[in-house]
């Protein structure tokens, strides 16, 4: 029986393509950014740690870089061959060498598995005190962590478009009620002026890292966007629908985290808005208004949406992480069974392996008997959006080496993207520095934590776990090898534009 996995031969194990539209790969990547997660919780949590209301500029100020960034980084995705892999693995690759490509893939499923784990945690704990709250019945959070875990790896086995329509449900269901409360908050103002220095950079600024921290918690809030060329290889049109997918996944998630800040503080006031957000005996400050217009059951809908909210980003990040791992197991760059895929084409040994994982967290904390929104989700949400932003500062690195080594490689366009690309660089150097010194704040951790430097140490040992795969591969298998991510033969690079 041949090898279906093999390197040399990628056509025959890649994920069936042509099954995804410009809007089902903007499903995909919005459902992975959990948009009421966002609104519900990270932007009042932000609020009352920070003491800064201006989340509205921070979320434009990040979204206006992330298109800049996405300039080179779809212009670099046009160059790639039609069967390289998704993600960041082709770009680090083709730009900084296969060898720190493999390395940063590996960190990559770190990231997104911490992602994913992070979120079975908030699934648990808010779950568990919902069916309280509704029965009287308090069920211990591992259990329901547990059953989340379970649906995620049922629709992981799935076929890609099961995943795109059951993610769309949720998706569209969970912008429904964001609006909904948005319009209730519009509608019932606090007395006093309209809170328009929101509006203003100064909104922005404080004393201490707030500054900072929004920016860095609004970066965390957009992660997700990245996402959407990694389905290149699903997508009808793998250039031009994933360029519209990721522009129209930053103004969809931009333009409803601005709506969402300001209509919070039209309805409580601007002079009562960090207040609110601090303030842990009223009901938590996205859902106030709906709670006060609507009635109580608003509070229970927010939480249950909430919920799915975060099912939809954990399924959305499992599968992203399967990917990564496939591609991983094709390559040889780690262990080749990962690299198998079912008949439809789904990596199933990859998800199956992220499952188990997964099952393995939740085991472990249950059996430690840490908080689960404190180990799994503050640690595994935080470490894994670090991550995150590493490989987006890393991958727009090598978009700057790569032009600079290919100057026409995008013909006329080129000024424009080198330029673009070197301001996205250093905008994001400049925020993993910054996140990095405050990465204790950022995972809630005191001063002195060795919280940190386990993160870092996490994302180190992985990184070199890959590159021992790699520089074993080159050594073992130099055909396989200079197969990884070669998107520089003339043809490609000629017919690109």
């Given at each position: 029986m041949p090898d279906t996995t093999d390197t040399l031969s990628p056509a025959r194990d890649r994920l069936r393509s042509g099954r995804l539209g410009a809007g089902s790969v903007a499903f995909l990547t919005l459902a992975a950014a959990g948009p009421f997660l966002v609104v519900g919780g990270v932007i009042p949590t932000g609020m009352a740690q920070t003491g800064l209301a201006g989340f509205l500029v921070a979320f434009v100020v990040v979204g206006a870089a992330f298109a800049v960034y996405c300039v080179?980084?779809?212009?670099?995705?046009?160059?790639?061959?039609?069967?390289?892999?998704?993600?960041?693995?082709?770009?680090?690759?083709?730009?900084?060498?296969?060898?720190?490509g493999v390395g940063a893939t590996w960190v990559a499923v770190v990231a997104y598995t911490a992602l994913t784990v992070g979120l079975y945690g908030l699934i648990g704990d808010t779950a568990s005190t919902l069916l309280e709250t509704a029965t009287g019945v308090r069920l211990p959070w591992w259990l329901l962590a547990a059953t989340a875990l379970g649906v995620v790896s049922v629709f992981g086995l799935a076929h890609i478009t099961t995943n795109r329509t059951v993610l769309g449900i949720f998706l569209v269901a969970e912008i429904a009620v964001i609006l909904t409360f948005i319009t209730v908050d519009l509608t019932h103002p606090a007395p006093g002026p309209l809170p328009l220095d929101l509006l203003t950079p100064g909104s922005l600024f404080g004393h201490g890292g707030g500054t900072f921290a929004l920016l860095a918690l609004s970066v965390l809030g957009i992660v997700g966007a990245e996402l959407a060329p990694l389905y290149r290889n699903e997508a009808r049109e793998p250039r031009r629908g994933v360029a519209r997918a990721t522009y129209a996944t930053i103004a969809v998630l931009v333009g409803i985290f601005a709506l969402a800040t300001w209509a919070m503080a039209v309805n409580v006031g601007r002079d009562n808005l960090v207040a609110a957000a601090a303030d842990t005996k009223a009901p938590p400050l996205f859902f106030a208004g709906a709670v006060a217009h609507l009635g109580p059951h608003a509070a229970t809908v927010g939480q249950a949406f909430l919920i799915t909210s975060a099912l939809a980003g954990a399924l959305a990040f499992h599968n992203t992480a399967v990917r990564y791992l496939s591609d991983l197991g094709r390559d040889r760059t780690g262990p080749a069974i990962l690299g198998r895929r079912s008949s439809s084409g789904t990596p199933k040994v990859a998800s199956l392996v992220q499952s188990a994982?997964?099952?393995?967290?939740?085991?472990?904390?249950?059996?430690?008997?840490?908080?689960?929104?404190?180990?799994?989700?503050?640690?595994?949400?935080t470490s894994g959006a670090v991550g995150i932003i590493t490989l987006l500062t890393v991958t727009a690195v090598a978009i700057v080496v790569y032009f600079a080594r290919h100057p026409h490689a995008v013909g006329t366009r080129v000024p424009w993207v080198r330029v673009s690309s070197v301001i996205a660089a250093l905008a994001l150097a400049a925020l993993l520095v910054l996140v990095v010194a405050n990465l204790g704040a950022l995972l809630n951790e005191p001063d002195g934590s060795a919280a940190p430097v386990v993160v870092f140490g996490i994302y180190l040992g992985a990184f070199l776990v890959g590159v021992v795969w790699a520089l074993r591969l080159r050594h073992t298998d130099p055909a396989r090898f200079d197969a990884i991510a070669d998107p520089a033969s003339a043809a490609v690079l000629g017919g690109a534009r």
């Open positions: 080179g980084y779809l212009a670099m995705g046009r160059q790639l061959p039609s069967d390289a892999p998704g993600g960041f693995y082709p770009y680090i690759s083709s730009g900084l060498g296969r060898v720190p994982v997964g099952g393995i967290a939740i085991l472990a904390v249950a059996i430690s008997g840490a908080e689960p929104m404190t180990a799994l989700f503050y640690f595994g949400g």
